[in-house]
Each structure stands twice: as C-alpha cells, then as structure tokens.
C-alpha cells in the first residue's frame, strides 16, 4: 500500500467521521444539560415564587409578593424564615391555609363549592350541548307528516249534515 | 301534559334550583367576612414579651379560658371594645378567665403610653414581627379569639367586642366541661 492510497482512502471517509464526531459533540452536550439541569432558584427566587401563590389577607386583589402592605412584607419574611428553617414550599403554603383558609391562596383548589363554581358551567354547556344535538337529530329524521288527528276534521253526521245544508245555501245565493 | 314533557320540565326545575341553591351559598354571605379555619382547632401556641411583666406563653394558660384579643394603639375600633374588654377581665379574672391583649403592627413606646393612659388592666403583650398574627390568620384589627380550657379556640369575632355577648360565651364555658 502507497502512501498515495492511504491519503485517497483518509480523504474519502472524512465526511463520515466529520458526522460521526458532530453527533458525538451533540450526545455530549445533550448529557451534560440533562445531568445539570436548570440551576436551583436563589432563596430569594423562592420566597417570590410562594409569595405570588398567596393572596394579601388584607388586601383587595394582590398577591404577597405585590402588595406593599407591612402584613404582606411580615408574610415574606415569614416565608423567607421558614425556607431557612428547612420547609418545603408546599409546607410553608399549607401553613397559611392552616391559618387563612383556602383564600389565602391565588389559585383556590378546584374543590367544594368552588369546584362547582369551575365545573358547572362546562357541564352545563356540555347537557346544553349533548340536548341540541339531540333534538337536531330527531328533527332532522323525522318526516314532516301532518300529526296524527291533522288533516280533514272528524265531524259527526249531524255536522256533516248542517255543513251540507250550508253549502248548499251558498250555491242557492250564488248569482248565475 | 304528558308524562316525558312533565319529566322533562322536572329535570328544568331541578337543575333551575340547584344553580339557585349554589348562588344562594355565596350570596347569603358577606365576602368580606371570612370564617377562621381555626375554629374548633387547637390555639397556635406562643411565648410573647409582656409590655409589663414577665412573657406569657399560650400553652401555660391551659386549664383556664383565654380571651386573645389582636389590637393596637393606631386603630380606633379597639379603644371602642377597650372597656368591655376591661370589664369582662375584672368579672371574671377570678374565675380562671384570662384577657390578653397582644399588639399588632406598633410601637412599643405607642402601646405603653395607651395602655398607661386609657387604664388598660389586662396583661399586653408585644407580637414582633407579627409572626403570633400570621399563625392566627389576622386580617386586620381588632380580631378576637376565645380559646377554651382545653386549649381549642371556640369563638372568632372580627371587628369590636361587646361585654354581653362575651360574658354570655364565657358563662357558657364556664358551664360545661370542654371537649
């Protein structure tokens, strides 16, 4: 083998190892984003993120990360003491529905009465729906035939006769 | 009427007066008024500073009925409920009763001068940090919770007590043996 052939050979399988080594390099950052992740939010980041999920107790419409009402600063700093101490943020939220009940979050859970308030409607609207869809059917199978009882009147022969009597009234007075 | 349109109006009915009974559920009742979850349950502890004497912690009071009224000295409702909160405590501060005041969002130096001044006789004590009103759930004051021997709080009131309807709870208390 001549060194002429060998560098014909490297030349030729150069793409090949060229795609080889770009999908190595993509299996490899593909690896390190997933064992790194996204870096965990600062404590900070945290008592933002469950500050926003509760309602200010004694405001209107604000959350407690919003509000700068001291209940809602002493709130935060609650919540900040509590991370500190070890909780979880869902421990930290379940300590304020202990004390203000499910109001006390921005998103009340879909139970109760209020999950009634979230599901009515769209049952409502799904038996409005499931009806229309319904009677259409039947409307459009049905054939638009007289009723029963429709059509010439069931006269007695009493009727019948008076009837006779006044046609033939209308043709005496019929001029010609 | 036949027998499917007479069904068939029932089920309009039913459903009519269901959606009127759920709206009837929130409409009977002010939305502004939210009812404590801690009613019926047991009082959060706590261990407070007294604005004249030694701290007072929650659990040592078991055995008594408390009367833990939130108030401070910026808010006007609470000098309206001051005397029956005073009156209530020297009727029945010998009957295992307590009335304890804790001060809510003010100044030590505020409390003490309202305290001195408008002869309050029950014991204060001082929440920092207002961390005793957020385990209480407070949305403002004064606020009132009635907690019974047992260490379970039976009463919130939301806005100024009255000495009657007080007397009359904790007579009620003191009546019966608390579960």
Request: one cysteine or more; glycine letters at 8%; proline letters at 7%.
């Amino acid at each position: 083998m001549n060194a002429a052939g060998t560098l014909r050979r490297a030349r030729a399988s150069l793409p090949g190892l060229l795609v080889l080594a770009a999908l190595a390099a993509g299996l490899a950052t593909l690896a390190v984003v997933a064992v790194s992740g996204h870096p965990p939010p600062s404590q900070a980041q945290q008592v933002q993120q469950i500050a926003a999920g509760l309602h200010c107790p004694i405001c209107k419409d604000l959350s407690v990360a919003d509000s700068p009402a001291p209940l809602a600063q002493q709130m935060r700093q609650e919540i900040a003491q509590k991370l500190r101490a070890g909780e979880s943020p869902a421990q930290i939220r379940a300590g304020f529905v202990a004390a203000y009940g499910d109001s006390v979050l921005m998103s009340p859970p879909r139970q109760g009465v209020t999950g009634a308030v979230y599901y009515l409607p769209v049952l409502v609207l799904a038996a409005g729906l499931i009806t229309a869809f319904l009677l259409l059917r039947r409307w459009l199978r049905t054939p638009q035939a007289d009723p029963p009882g429709a059509g010439a009147p069931q006269l007695s022969a009493s009727q019948r006769r008076a009837v006779a009597r006044a046609v033939a009234r209308l043709h005496e007075e019929e001029p010609g | 009427m036949t027998s499917r349109r007479a069904r068939l109006l029932a089920g309009v009915v039913a459903a009519v007066a269901a959606i009127v009974a759920l709206l009837m559920t929130g409409l009977g009742r002010d939305p502004s008024v939210f009812a404590s979850p801690l009613v019926g349950r047991a009082a959060p502890n706590f261990t407070l500073r007294q604005l004249d004497g030694p701290p007072v912690t929650l659990a040592r009071l078991r055995g008594q009925v408390v009367v833990i009224n939130f108030w401070a000295s910026w808010c006007t409702e609470c000098q309206v409920e001051q005397p029956a909160l005073d009156q209530t405590w020297q009727q029945f501060q010998d009957s295992g009763v307590v009335v304890l005041g804790v001060d809510f969002q003010d100044t030590i130096g505020a409390a003490s001068s309202y305290v001195r001044t408008d002869g309050v006789t029950y014991p204060v004590v001082e929440d920092a940090g207002s961390k005793t009103a957020l385990a209480y759930g407070l949305r403002g004051v004064p606020e009132t919770f009635v907690v019974n021997r047992s260490g379970r709080i039976v009463k919130h009131v939301i806005g100024p007590v009255g000495a009657t309807a007080l007397a009359s709870e904790i007579n009620s208390m003191l009546g019966t043996r608390d579960q």
